[in-house]
C-alpha cells in the first residue's frame, strides 16, 4: 500500500518562497512518476508539476513554470516555490501514478494521494 504525506506548508508574502515535501511510503514508490496538484476554494483541482520515476523528465504548468522547481529523491519529492504570487494560494496535493509512460497532467490519472498541505500567500 502507497502512502503520501506532505508538509512544509504555510503562510508567505508575496514574492516569498516556500519548499513543499512529499514522503512516499511504500514498497515500489520509487519506480512511479509523481505529480503536484493544488486546489483553491470554488476551483477544480489543477495540475502543478510532474517528475518520472527516475527524476529525468519534469513538466510544469505554464502558471508556475520559470519559478517552481520539481525534484526527487526517492522515496521522496519536492516542490521549490519561489516568487510566490497570491493566486498560488491552494491546498497543495503530491500524487503518484502507477501506470509506465509519459507523464500525466489530469489528476484523475493518479491512483495515490496525500492528504494536502495549505500554502497561503499575502498580497
Known amino acids: 500500500q502507497v502512502q503520501l504525506v506532505e508538509s512544509g506548508g504555510g503562510l508567505v508574502q508575496a514574492g516569498g518562497s516556500l519548499r513543499l515535501s512529499c514522503a512516499a511510503s511504500?514498497?515500489?514508490?520509487?519506480?512511479?512518476?509523481m505529480g503536484w496538484f493544488r486546489q483553491a476554494p470554488g476551483k477544480e483541482r489543477e495540475f502543478v508539476a510532474a517528475?518520472?520515476?527516475?527524476?529525468?523528465g519534469r513538466r510544469y504548468a505554464d502558471s508556475v513554470k520559470g519559478r517552481f522547481t520539481i525534484s526527487r529523491d526517492n522515496p521522496n519529492m519536492y516542490l521549490q516555490m519561489d516568487s510566490l504570487k497570491p493566486e498560488d494560494t491552494a491546498v497543495y496535493y503530491c500524487a503518484l501514478d502507477k501506470r509506465v509512460g509519459e507523464l500525466r497532467l489530469r489528476a484523475d490519472e493518479y491512483d495515490y494521494w496525500g492528504q494536502g498541505t495549505q500554502v497561503t500567500v499575502s498580497s
Open positions: 517528475i518520472s520515476w527516475n527524476g529525468v
Open positions: 511504500g514498497r515500489t514508490v520509487s519506480i512511479y512518476d
